[in-house]
């Protein structure tokens, strides 16, 4: 020894490593899932259910009662004050989920321009393959010698 190094009996005061058994008192923690899905999905909450939070945390007494609803709900202050004032302007729909994005605005013209749209495509498709049999039988018939009338083409 040269003065430096202890034995390991006299400890620095130092913890060495902790043993897992010790570290995770006595059990080990169970391992998160490492999938993620592709895509998240937004949480969408019924009517019934926002309610029923509200009626829990507006029941709620003492310190941290408030909070305790949220953890146990997984939800945030932010979502009882939107719920909350939604409920407050007294609309019957305010606490069902809504869609998110602009609202569509449904026209009956746009409706009926919309539908003679597709039927003049579906036309349009129709002819160009009637007109392709027409030119596969022109050259059938050339071929065997015979010779067709002339069609009109629209």
């Known amino acids: 020894?040269?003065?430096n190094a202890r034995p390991e009996s006299q400890g620095t005061g130092i913890p060495g490593?902790?043993?897992d058994s010790i570290a995770g008192g006595g059990r080990k923690a169970p391992r998160p899932?490492?999938?993620?899905?592709?895509?998240?999905?937004?949480?969408?909450?019924?009517?019934?259910y926002k309610r029923q939070v509200l009626a829990e945390a507006d029941?709620?007494?003492?310190?941290?009662g408030i909070g305790a609803v949220l953890r146990r709900n997984g939800l945030y202050s932010s979502h009882l004050t939107k719920w909350r004032h939604e409920r407050a302007t007294g609309i019957l729909e305010g606490l069902t989920p809504h869609r998110r994005g602009p609202k569509a605005k449904t026209d009956s013209r746009t409706l009926e321009l919309q539908q003679l749209q597709r039927e003049n495509d579906r036309l349009t498709e129709q002819l160009r393959k009637a007109e392709i049999v027409i030119d596969v039988q022109k050259k059938v018939a050339a071929l065997l010698g015979r010779i067709l009338p002339p069609t009109e083409t629209l």
């Open 1 to 3: 020894m040269n003065g």
């Open 17 to 19: 490593p902790i043993p």
């Open 33 to 48: 899932n490492p999938e993620v899905a592709a895509r998240a999905k937004r949480r969408t909450c019924t009517g019934e």
């Open 59 to 64: 029941a709620a007494k003492g310190a941290g």
